[in-house]
């Protein structure tokens, strides 16, 4: 039998049928894959590609000798390469003032020895960025800053202060605007002493013009003496910090001798662009609290004296906020 030709309304409404079955279809589809696409753009997709650590110093010095040491742990577990790029320049200030304009999408982040930036901030105040922008990803290790003196001087810190509120002592100065000089200018407020300032680039030279008695005294980051002390060149008088540091448990702290000074450690670690996802954070984080539990690791650090110090993301941001009245406070000083 020939089939009845099909009205017009008949072939429309077919039509009609068939359109909403496809988008239907089509619909269904495209509800089943969304969780892979957004799987795709969420964070079980970061890292693709290689992660670059700027480090805002020097090749060979603390800041770089530190993250070249994480970096390949970093790498086991992220999945990707850690690349270390160079960008050393006026205390970092170059570096920071860049990367405050660096896509946040976790790619590239940025070393810090906190609170370094913070105090370049109320140092120059045209200064393009502001450190408690960035994203706060881990911090590894802490520094306390040890008061040291030549072996054949001084024998215990109350004989020192004794010494500097009779007469006026030359003192090795770290780093001009660094964390070291800022708390080298705390306790020498604090103690109500004078000090004839030499300044110099980092601990090293001071450290070296202290061993050849070109100095009375020098204040520097623990682990940078402990070589000449071990050698018996110089004597640590007084870890300015709230713990002892374990590389010397028989250094004293201020309140072990009745003393109340400022303590401002020196964190390493790396920050991300502001605005980056907490997602991306998270897996950067935890990449890095996994890096300094490996053994290989932990063994690299006890050979190069370093504390590991472990800080989070939120415990770091703490941190950062929390030094900000601080500096400020002596803000003045660090520009004597």
Do not use: C
Not at 159 to 171: D, I, P, Q
Request: hydrophobic share 45%; glycine share 10%.
């Amino acid at each position: 039998m020939i089939p009845a030709p099909r009205t017009l309304a008949a072939v429309v409404t077919q039509g009609l049928v068939r359109r909403r079955f496809l988008g239907t279809a089509l619909g269904g589809a495209l509800t089943l894959a969304a969780p892979g696409l957004t799987r795709a753009a969420g964070p079980s997709s970061f890292p693709r590609k290689p992660v670059k650590i700027i480090v805002t110093a020097d090749a060979g010095g603390g800041e770089d000798t530190e993250a070249r040491g994480i970096a390949p742990y970093v790498q086991k577990h992220l999945g990707v390469n850690v690349m270390i790029e160079n960008q050393p320049g006026a205390g970092g200030k170059i570096a920071f003032e860049k990367f405050q304009r660096t896509e946040p999408d976790g790619y590239t982040l940025i070393t810090y020895t906190f609170p370094k930036s913070i105090i370049i901030e109320y140092l120059d105040k045209a200064t393009r960025y502001r450190t408690r922008d960035f994203t706060p990803v881990y911090a590894w290790s802490r520094s306390n800053q040890l008061l040291l003196v030549h072996a054949d001087a001084w024998k215990t810190f109350d004989e020192f202060v004794k010494a500097a509120r009779a007469k006026t002592l030359a003192g090795g100065l770290s780093g001009r605007g660094s964390t070291t000089h800022l708390v080298g200018l705390l306790a020498v407020e604090e103690l109500g002493i004078k000090v004839n300032w030499v300044p110099y680039e980092g601990s090293p030279g001071a450290i070296a013009a202290l061993a050849g008695k070109h100095l009375d005294f020098t204040i520097a980051l623990a682990n940078s003496g402990v070589p000449l002390i071990r050698a018996g060149k110089l004597r640590p008088l007084l870890l300015l910090g709230d713990a002892r540091d374990p590389y010397l448990p028989d250094v004293p702290i201020p309140k072990d001798l009745g003393y109340t000074l400022t303590s401002l450690p020196a964190l390493r670690g790396v920050e991300a662009p502001p605005h980056t996802p907490p997602a991306v954070v998270k897996v950067l984080e935890d990449a890095f609290a996994k890096a300094v539990t490996e053994p290989a690791y932990v063994e690299w650090a006890k050979k190069r004296l370093m504390v590991i110090h472990p800080l989070g993301a939120g415990d770091f941001a703490t941190a950062v906020r929390e030094a900000y009245p601080k500096v400020e406070k002596f803000q003045a000083m660090l520009k004597e």
